[in-house]
């Protein structure tokens, strides 16, 4: 025994995610919770349903869709950040970046990546200050 004190892990993070297809939330969910890192705290359906849950929930991380119904990602965005910024939001899509609606860069979300490259280390890399 060394005698040096061990090293405490991390709590994990919290997130929220949201995406208005079923397929999507329970796949991002899965890969989030195959890690000790994440704490899925709630899934959203729509941007109103989103911000309420963020603003209740305070999730350090949303991992969220830009095409929504009701208010977009992007909207959606901007009022999180707005209200809670030290809340990291990620914005996700299917469609490529130059197919998506304007406002993408300067809605406050720290990233944008399509969903098929979703990737843990980067999410903790995004959150995690240093």
């Known amino acids: 025994m060394s005698g040096l ?3 405490t892990p991390a709590p994990p993070l919290t997130v929220l995610i949201v995406d ?3 397929p999507f939330l329970r796949a991002v969910r899965a890969l989030l919770e195959s ?3 994440f704490d899925v705290v709630g899934e959203a359906t729509s941007g109103e349903e989103a ?3 963020t603003l209740r929930l305070r999730p ?3 991992l969220m ?3 929504l119904p009701g208010l977009s990602g992007i909207q959606t965005s901007r009022r999180i ?3 809670l910024p030290g809340t990291v939001v990620v914005l996700v899509s299917t469609h490529r970046r130059a197919d998506l609606p304007p406002g993408l860069d300067d809605c406050g979300a720290a990233a944008f990546t399509p969903k098929e490259d979703v990737d843990v280390d980067a999410l903790v890399a995004l959150v995690t200050p240093g």
Do not use: K, S
Request: proline share 10%.
């Open 20 to 22: 208005d297809q079923p």
């Open 60 to 62: 350090r991380l949303v």
């Open 81 to 83: 950040v707005a209200a």
């Open 51 to 53: 911000l309420e849950l």
């Open 65 to 67: 869709d830009v095409r």
């Open 5 to 7: 004190p061990q090293a």
């Open 35 to 37: 890690t000790a890192r």
